[in-house]
T-cell receptor, first 114, second 114 residues
Framework: QKEVEQDPGPLSVPEGAIVSLNCTYS??????FMWYRQYSRKGPELLMY????GNKEDGRFTAQVDKSSKYISLFIRDSQPSDSATYLCAMSARFYSSASKIIFGSGTRLSIRP | NAGVTQTPKFQVLKTGQSMTLQCAQD?????MSWYRQDPGMGLRLIHYSVGAGITDQGEVPNGYNVSRSTTEDFPLRLLSAAPSQTSVYFC?????????????FGSGTQLSVL
């Protein structure tokens, strides 16, 4: 079983819809949760960064962490064609004796139809 | 600022050949790392460095070598290329080990080994 599970999609929604992207994980030691966005033939870019449980909002994006269920979500409101990309969840349990070890999901491909 | 620069963008090798993937960052970042991205497997850490002169192995280090003689540069060497090393390679950096999850990625090198 993978430490982080992410539905690969593809997910196709009409412009303006609310998008929900999700990941589940098995390691209860994870404390830091991230969402990276990756456009085709580009490197990932950090979109959201959260620590522990709760919600974080940044413009049209909301990241949600439920540690009791080992489940994280990314919501995109008023989705735009420019949001079409692959979204990678990532998480880590930081140990100061070594560099943080980040586990990435395999990514969900999202397409927003005009 | 250029950010993280990777060269080359594309490379084709024959089995047994060696080559070096170049990575440079101009953000004075302490932490640098190399990942490979394969379909359905997410990003996997190959090697990382927490500062000039300090390197360590990640999850999939076999067949790869790194060095970090300056803060800016972190080249990845393939010693004897194998078809299993066909992948997309990303170099990433972050300001410090303590914020190792906030990664800045290069645009990637697509490598094919025949």
């Amino acid at each position: 079983q993978k430490e982080v599970e992410q539905d690969p999609g593809p997910l196709s929604v009409p412009e303006g819809a609310i998008v929900s992207l999700n990941c589940t994980y098995s390691n209860s030691a994870f404390q830091y949760f991230m969402w990276y966005r990756q456009y085709s033939r580009k490197g990932p870019e950090l979109l959201m960064y959260t620590y522990s449980s709760g919600n974080k909002e940044d413009g049209r994006f909301t990241a949600q962490v439920d540690k009791s269920s080992k489940y994280i979500s990314l919501f995109i409101r008023d989705s735009q064609p420019s949001d079409s990309a692959t979204y990678l969840c990532a998480m880590s349990a930081r140990f100061y004796s070594s560099a943080s070890k980040i586990i990435f999901g395999s990514g969900t491909r999202l397409s927003i139809r005009p | 600022n250029a950010g993280v620069t990777q060269t080359p963008k594309f490379q084709v090798l024959k089995t047994g050949q060696s080559m070096t993937l170049q990575c440079a960052q101009d953000m004075n970042h302490e932490y640098m790392s190399w990942y490979r991205q394969d379909p359905g497997m997410g990003l996997r850490l190959i090697h990382y460095s927490v500062g000039a002169g300090i390197t360590d192995q990640g999850e999939v280090p076999n067949g790869y070598n790194v060095s970090r003689s300056t803060t800016e540069d972190f080249p990845l060497r393939l010693l004897s290329a194998a078809p299993s090393q066909t992948s997309v390679y990303f170099c990433a950096s972050s300001y410090s080990v303590r914020e190792g999850e906030k990664l800045f990625f290069g645009s990637g090198t697509q490598l094919s080994v025949l």
